[in-house]
């Protein structure tokens, strides 16, 4: 099945009116996720906000979003902590491992800065030592693996890495990856923001032991709701602690912690934006098979690399056709030094200003490298591609 040819602009509203290149940031929602969740916050303050319906609706709504997202990784329902978003995901999993001075973290370069900052500050309180493996600049996605392993040490506990990253677009192939680590004794925390959503998962193929990701990217859902897949074989202490984490005794104290990924979870949330993130789950299967639409984003994403890769003044950073629908690229000299990197900054800055402003195309700057990221959803065209090139093409000579 391909996907069908429904009205995308009257389905999502953000894409009436522009060509949208920020999934990587934030999906749009459709009419219909708009619409539950209107429904779902009436339908709570009708009931209550607070009482015996309204908790019954809540004890059917979040297992209902448990089971949803647990169907999109094939795993057990008992697995997933609903957090708020992938920082959140992370900060569960880096603070809740028991940390010993000389403990080691191996990470990527290429991390998302709100991760890297859980790490030194990790680092800084419990003398974990932080260890930086290159990936940036790799001809293929797959020698992450040996970048990996060659970084690997008898103390390293915990390696951290984007399964897809965010700056590149490069997919890291997380099965041998985490071969590599559990045969060296090391747990594996993969930052999934731009995965979910996008590409086939079955986690428990891959072995990965946390997998931190969020609704509101490729999942088209509602800001303010992801979640955290603990594998079951690993021991994770509970990072944020509250009601929602523990059991009570008959008098109502805390006996101890909910056996399941429920413990990570702390408190009250907005439960009408789980309806949302349920509906924008449901809505992406109408889209077709996991494999149909990510083969769609894939298709996209290389045809846009070689439209670029044909603009004179135009260089990808991936140095092929990324198997993601994030396509990064630098115009004009690489930055190689600082005052190269700060020309190089202020011009793709222009550029998503003059994209945006001028010609309704939506795109971002990244600082590391220095390059602009348009990102291709299923929900994309051809015609937006072409549009977006033809855009670039007509105002790189004002830039350059
Ligand atoms: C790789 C990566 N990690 C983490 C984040 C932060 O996501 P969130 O705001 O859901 O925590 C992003 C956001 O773009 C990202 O791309």
């Not at 609903?82 to 959140?88: A, G, H, Q, R, Y």
Request: charged share 15%.
């Amino acid at each position: 099945m391909t996907a069908p040819s429904r009205d995308r602009q009257s389905l999502y509203p953000a894409l009436a009116n522009k060509i949208y290149g920020n999934y990587g940031g934030q999906g749009p929602m459709c009419q219909q996720t708009l619409a539950a969740i209107a429904h779902a916050y009436q339908e709570v303050q009708t009931l209550g906000p607070f009482g015996g319906a309204v908790k019954g609706w809540i004890d059917r709504e979040v297992p209902a979003l448990r089971q949803a997202i647990a169907q999109e990784l094939h795993v057990a329902p008992s697995t997933i902590a609903l957090t708020e978003n992938v920082t959140d995901g992370c900060n569960i999993a880096l603070w809740g491992l028991p940390w010993e001075s000389g403990d080691r973290i191996l990470m990527s370069d290429s991390e998302h800065p709100g991760i890297v900052a859980i790490i030194q500050e990790l680092g800084q309180r419990f003398g974990v030592e932080v260890d930086i493996y290159p990936i940036q600049n790799l001809a293929t996605d797959e020698e992450a693996g040996n970048a990996i392993a060659a970084g690997l040490t008898p103390r390293t506990k915990l390696v951290v890495l984007s399964h897809i990253a965010w700056n590149t677009g490069a997919v890291f192939p997380l099965t041998q990856i985490v071969d590599h680590c559990h045969n060296n004794g090391t747990l594996v925390l993969a930052d999934a923001a731009q995965t979910v959503g996008m590409l086939p998962l079955n986690l428990p193929e891959t072995g990965v032991d946390f997998y931190a990701f969020t609704g509101h990217k490729w999942l088209c859902g509602p800001a303010g709701v992801g979640g955290l897949y603990v594998s079951p074989n690993v021991e994770l202490r509970p990072t944020f602690i509250g009601w929602r984490s523990i059991t009570f005794t008959e008098t109502g104290a805390p006996a101890g912690y909910d056996t399941t990924a429920k413990q990570y979870e702390a408190a009250t949330s907005a439960y009408p934006l789980y309806v949302g993130l349920r509906t924008a789950i449901a809505q992406h299967h109408t889209w077709g098979t996991a494999e149909e639409r990510y083969g769609q984003i894939c298709t996209l994403s290389a045809r846009t690399w070689e439209q670029l890769q044909e603009t004179s003044g135009v260089h990808c950073v991936h140095p092929t056709p990324p198997k993601s629908g994030l396509i990064s690229f630098q115009v004009g000299d690489r930055p190689d030094d600082r005052t190269s990197a700060r020309i190089s900054r202020q011009r793709h800055q222009k550029i998503v200003d003059t994209l945006e402003n001028k010609y309704g195309i939506l795109t971002r700057t990244l600082l590391n490298p220095s390059c602009i990221r348009i990102c291709w959803h299923y929900l994309s065209t051809e015609a937006d591609s072409n549009k977006f090139v033809d855009a670039l093409s007509t105002l790189l000579p004002t830039v350059l």
